[in-house]
Nanobody, 122 residues
Framework: QVQLVESGGGWVQAGGSLRLSCAAS????????MGWFRQAPGKEREFVAG????????DYADSVKGRFTISRENAKNTAYLQMNSLKPEDTAVYFC???????????????WGQGTQVTVSS
């Protein structure tokens, strides 16, 4: 069982930046691809970004390409989502997720964090 804890959410003005972190409890963190998803009020949860176990491949939703960067530090059992040029439409609860040996473009994850709120004001 992998436990995931997100942090780094908050309020920011449009055009600003935030970095989300996802700390994993699993000592075998390198077995897992990591992903970020988000869910805005009244909308379904959507894929944002994914990264393979070694960071060798990444995938992004079209809406965040060129603005968001996913990364990971396996020595720290932590994944990150750097969000730049934030827009009001990026406002959502952001979740990190883990999937064992999954590709970067996987949409199927087995373990989920509790989420962190990101609010972007115009």
């Amino acid at each position: 069982q992998v436990q995931l804890v997100e942090s780094g959410g908050g309020w920011v003005q449009a055009g600003g930046s935030l970095r989300l972190s996802c700390a994993a409890s699993e000592r075998t963190f390198t077995r897992y691809a990591m992903g970020w998803f988000r869910q805005a009020p009244g909308k379904e949860r959507e894929f944002v970004a994914g990264i393979t176990w070694n960071g060798g491949m990444t995938d992004y939703a079209d809406s965040v390409k060129g603005r968001f960067t996913i990364s990971r530090e396996n020595a720290k059992n932590t994944a990150y989502l750097q969000m730049n040029s934030l827009k009001p439409e990026d406002t959502a609860v952001y979740f990190c997720a883990a999937a064992e040996f999954a590709p970067a473009n996987s949409r199927h994850y087995d373990y989920w964090g509790q989420g962190t709120q990101v609010t972007v004001s115009s």
